[in-house]
């Protein structure tokens, strides 16, 4: 269990020990930071040489407009796009290995976006800190960074489909999670009247990732709960899933570089 907080991952996998009697591992990954993810990668590479289903869960919704990266990317971007992505990307050896010795020749890699990712393309100039930043605001970069994370579902199974790798994006629900925790009172209490419990986000992902026939879920969007959706047009178009590709492997790398 990879996770920014070692106190709340505590208290999960004492949680899932009490229920299965199993007890996962802790590591710690800040996905707004690459070093971070790259040293995340590099300690779960150290232990295991196949993994069979990856859920990339982790992201942040609509943190304060003045919060930033480290590196100076918008802190939405960094954090629920730069990060799964170089995640995955350096997870690839074990995933294509995990493919390998599954019963069904697959591996599993199942991306969290949001019915949010419908109302903003990706702008590619406000994704570093700046006026066409700015002019966007919290809530339609965030959203940005949902759009971003189905193009990023597609391209990945469109890269790596015919190798054994099953993309799917999945829209959780509606929850009522400390994702909301930098909303605005007024928000948090209309959204708290429409959402659902916490528990019920495993559904939709669960299904994308464990499902029988899930092998044939390849580059899909599913949506709560556990039913097949249509996503939002352009991200579905291949242009801009190799041109987002290209700008996460450029700007990833390059901030890796300077280690």
Request: aromatic share 8%; glycine share 8%.
């Amino acid at each position: 269990m990879a996770a920014r907080s070692s106190e709340a991952a505590t208290t999960a996998i004492a949680q899932l020990k009490a229920i299965t009697g199993r007890e996962a591992l802790f590591i710690k990954i800040d996905l707004s930071d690459p070093r971070s993810v790259k040293a995340a990668a590099e300690e779960f590479l150290s232990k295991e040489v196949k993994l069979h289903v990856l859920f990339n869960n982790g992201g942040v919704m609509v943190p304060p407009l003045a919060q930033v990266s480290e590196d100076g990317y918008d802190y939405s971007w960094a954090t629920n796009v730069m990060g799964p992505y170089l995640l995955t990307t350096l997870l690839l050896p074990a995933l294509l290995t995990g493919a390998t010795s599954a019963g069904d020749g697959k591996a599993r890699v199942v991306n969290t976006c949001s019915v949010m990712h419908h109302l903003r393309a990706i702008d590619f100039d406000a994704l570093v800190d700046g006026p066409a930043r700015l002019r966007l605001g919290g809530t339609e970069l965030y959203c940005q960074s949902k759009n971003a994370i189905v193009v990023f579902s597609k391209e990945l199974a469109r890269r790596y489909g015919d190798r054994g790798i099953v993309s799917t994006a999945v829209n959780p629900g509606n929850l009522n999670t400390e994702l909301m925790r930098n909303l605005d009172s007024i928000d948090k209490i209309i959204l708290k009247l429409v959402t659902y419990p916490a528990r019920y986000g495993a559904l939709t992902p669960l299904y994308a990732g464990t499902a029988a026939g899930s092998a044939q879920f390849n580059g899909k969007y599913f949506i709560p709960w556990a039913h097949e959706g249509v996503p939002r047009l352009d991200t579905q178009d291949d242009a801009i899933g190799k041109k987002l590709w290209s700008w996460l492997d450029e700007h990833t790398q390059t901030i890796l570089a300077k280690q």
